[in-house]
């Protein structure tokens, strides 16, 4: 169903302090719209707050660790204090490590499962009666990892699918109710985002999203459209789009190229060292903004999302069979940060 325009809303984003989450809190503000902002760490709270102001909207900044469902209550409720209702909820927030599943920690694990998954939930549980209220939306960050595990991600990968799933059964359960609320899962290809430089790692060497590599705004100018437009499942850049499909076609072929490419992919050549300090379970301080250190490599448009949301089906049939005549399948472009 139609949703107010963004300079109508509220929108609270949970992990929004920095990397995709900040670049949407901007772009939603860019349109109007005000914002709630929850996140851990102070500094980038008051930073993406400033850019909220800059652009001309208001913010609130709430001190929120999504893995504690009273804090994620107190994150929505001091939302609509300030604000008096919300009209969508951004669950982004997002912690990984980098490691062989056999070598995850018993308490690696369930914070990854802890942050990624229980906190979309939290999110939605907290923020769904005043969405019913505004008859507004949902959106759940995920991930194209969501649909296929890839090495030294097994944690990241299972809460993203978990995520996946969860928000299946709850989108249909909304649909029977005739709530009004609309659910949207986000499946991003790698972004550039200050997250590789702040991951919990065991390989002892510098993380890297896996090519090809998007600028975080144009993938929060899509998740500002889903505000206004929900999508059930949008896939975000090519690279996304391609693991989704050739997840569905070969698995096979896709286990045969993680093989032979799923280690080298995920990092540089630079030594890290294994205790290097990390956001797991305690904030890395300062404000690193929105990107991360690729930005040589970063694209900053993405054709196919763009006509997925704005082309309808002949851009979509156009650029699909263009693709298809050079697509080699593999995961190439997967989102494994925010």
Known sequence: ?????????????????????????????DRGAKVAIGARDSDALAGAVGEVEAAGSEAIAVETDVS????????????????????????????????EAHRLADD???????????????????SL??????????????????????????????SKAALRTFFETA??????????VDISVILPGAINTPQF??????MGLQPMPVPPIYQPEPFAE????????????????WGAQKLCWGQKLSPRAGDAMLLRMGWKNQHTDELKPQDSPDNLFETVPGDPGAHGRFDDQARESTAWTWARL????????????????????????????H
Not at 111 to 117: G, M
Not at 146 to 153: A, E, N, T, V
């Open 171 to 180: 989108r249909v359960e909304q649909q029977k109710e005739r709530s009004g």
């Open 1 to 29: 169903m139609g949703k107010k325009k963004l300079s109508e809303q509220v929108v609270v984003v949970a992990g929004g302090s920095y990397g995709l989450g900040r670049a949407i809190v901007r772009a939603v503000a």
């Open 129 to 158: 009666p005043h969405l019913r209220d505004s008859q507004g939306t949902f959106v759940q960050i995920a991930s194209a990892l969501s649909y296929r595990g890839i090495p030294l991600q097994a944690a990241y990968c299972s």
């Open 68 to 99: 504690r469902r009273e804090q994620v209550e107190n994150l929505v409720e001091r939302s609509v204090e300030r604000f008096g209702r919300i009209d969508t909820y951004v669950a982004n927030a997002m912690v990984t490590v980098y490691a």
């Open 222 to 237: 899509a998740v500002a459209t889903c505000c206004e437009r929900p999508v059930r499942e949008l896939p975000l850049g």
């Open 310 to 337: 704005h082309g309808g089906k002949p851009a979509l049939i156009a650029l699909g069979a263009l693709a298809g005549a050079g697509i080699v399948w593999g995961t190439m472009g997967v989102r494994t940060e």
């Open 108 to 126: 690696e694990l369930r914070r990854v499962l802890d942050v990624n998954f229980f906190g979309g939930v939290y999110g939605y549980w907290a």
């Open 197 to 202: 430089d702040r991951a919990r790692q065991k």
